[in-house]
């Protein structure tokens, strides 16, 4: 499993807990897990760019 | 007819008597049970299928289940680790988790493990809010 393998399967677990539990409606909660997602993911990536270039 | 209302109430009302903390600790024991005995089936399986998921992946990348605590670092792994109540307990029995991490991805595995933990508590919280009505 890779970093990136990794970073992924830990971002779809806890959005899906953090949807269903934070957010009321399905619909909400669908959309609220998709969000912890992007972030969790994205920031992932940010700052592994941030880091490769400081370590330049 | 005008006693449909009623009988949902009632009904509703049912499912409110007996100890108000069951949800909690059973969804702390097994994750997802707080939920499945609420009856919201769907969220219990995908929170136990998530926790569930997270955990064993953290076993799999032969992470280390925490036994002791020596220092602050391991009181908050070994509280985040009992998070995930009997499964916990389960693994510490039959011997899975490494003592130390020996691999690279054993730190990964270790963290994944602690927050299938606190992530099993939030969700045990959830199904104790969803019995008090707090919330819907």
């Given at each position: 499993?890779?970093?990136?393998?990794?970073?992924?399967?830990?971002?779809?677990?806890?959005?899906v807990?953090?949807?269903?539990?934070?957010?009321?409606t399905?619909k909400r909660?669908?959309?609220?897990?998709?969000?912890?997602?992007?972030?969790?993911?994205?920031?992932?990536?940010?700052?592994?760019?941030?880091?490769?270039?400081?370590?330049? | 007819?005008?006693?449909?209302?009623?009988?949902t109430?009632?009904?509703?009302?049912?499912s409110?008597q007996g100890?108000?903390y069951?949800?909690l600790?059973?969804?702390?024991?097994?994750?997802?049970?707080?939920?499945?005995?609420?009856g919201?089936?769907?969220?219990g399986?995908?929170?136990?299928?998530s926790?569930?998921?997270?955990?064993?992946m953290?076993?799999?990348?032969?992470?280390?289940?925490?036994?002791?605590?020596?220092?602050?670092?391991?009181?908050?792994?070994?509280v985040?680790?009992l998070?995930?109540?009997?499964?916990?307990?389960?693994?510490?029995?039959?011997?899975?988790?490494?003592d130390?991490?020996?691999?690279?991805?054993?730190?990964?595995?270790?963290?994944?493990?602690?927050?299938?933990?606190?992530?099993?508590?939030?969700?045990a919280?959830?199904a104790?809010?969803?019995?008090?009505?707090?919330?819907?």
């Amino acid at each position: 499993m890779t970093h990136f393998t990794a970073v992924l399967f830990f971002a779809l677990f806890a959005s899906v807990v953090f949807g269903i539990t934070q957010r009321e409606t399905p619909k909400r909660m669908v959309h609220y897990g998709i969000y912890c997602f992007v972030l969790f993911a994205g920031s992932a990536v940010v700052l592994s760019w941030v880091m490769f270039l400081i370590a330049r | 007819m005008a006693t449909a209302p009623n009988n949902t109430a009632a009904a509703k009302q049912d499912s409110k008597q007996g100890f108000v903390y069951l949800p909690l600790i059973a969804g702390w024991l097994v994750p997802g049970a707080g939920h499945f005995l609420l009856g919201k089936w769907y969220r219990g399986a995908l929170l136990a299928a998530s926790i569930l998921g997270m955990f064993a992946m953290g076993i799999a990348m032969q992470g280390k289940l925490y036994s002791g605590a020596h220092d602050i670092l391991d009181i908050l792994g070994l509280v985040g680790d009992l998070g995930n109540g009997l499964l916990y307990v389960l693994s510490r029995a039959i011997g899975l988790g490494a003592d130390q991490a020996q691999v690279t991805t054993a730190d990964y595995g270790t963290r994944f493990i602690v927050v299938a933990g606190l992530l099993n508590v939030i969700a045990a919280v959830d199904a104790h809010n969803l019995r008090t009505g707090r919330k819907a």
